[in-house]
């Protein structure tokens, strides 16, 4: 049972910064795609980014290109969520999620295993 947890959550102006973290547990982290999603009050949850097992390809949702960066250090079985110019838009709770076959994929139904999220509140 691989465990994901994340961090860096909380309330920030519009075009302010947040760098969400994801802590893994399991030796084999950095075989795993992993994704970030988000889910607003009252709406389902959406792609956000991301990456490959292997760091080297990388996808975002358009509503996010050019502002949010995901990145991973398998070394510390870690994935990260630069967001920047953040928008009241993207407030949402920001879950993480793995997949075990490395996809980096951008369904929400391609991951098996999905951490319990963090808030996240732009204000205008």
């Known amino acids: 049972q691989v465990q994901l947890v994340e961090s860096g959550g909380g309330l920030v102006q519009a075009g302010g910064s947040l760098r969400l973290s994801c802590a893994a547990s399991?030796?084999?982290?950095?075989?795993?795609?992993m994704g970030w999603f988000r889910q607003a009050p009252g709406k389902e949850r959406e792609f956000v980014a991301a990456v490959t097992w292997s760091g080297g390809v990388a996808d975002y949702a358009d509503s996010v290109k050019g502002r949010f960066t995901i990145s991973r250090d398998n070394a510390k079985n870690t994935v990260y969520l630069q967001m920047n110019s953040l928008k009241p838009e993207d407030t949402a709770v920001y879950s993480c999620?793995?997949?075990?076959?490395?996809?980096?994929?951008?369904?929400?139904?391609?991951?098996?295993?999905w951490g319990q999220g963090t808030q996240v509140t732009v204000s205008s």
């Open positions: 399991g030796r084999t982290f950095s075989s795993y795609g």
């Open positions: 999620a793995a997949d075990r076959y490395g996809r980096g994929k951008i369904g929400v139904e391609e991951y098996q295993y």
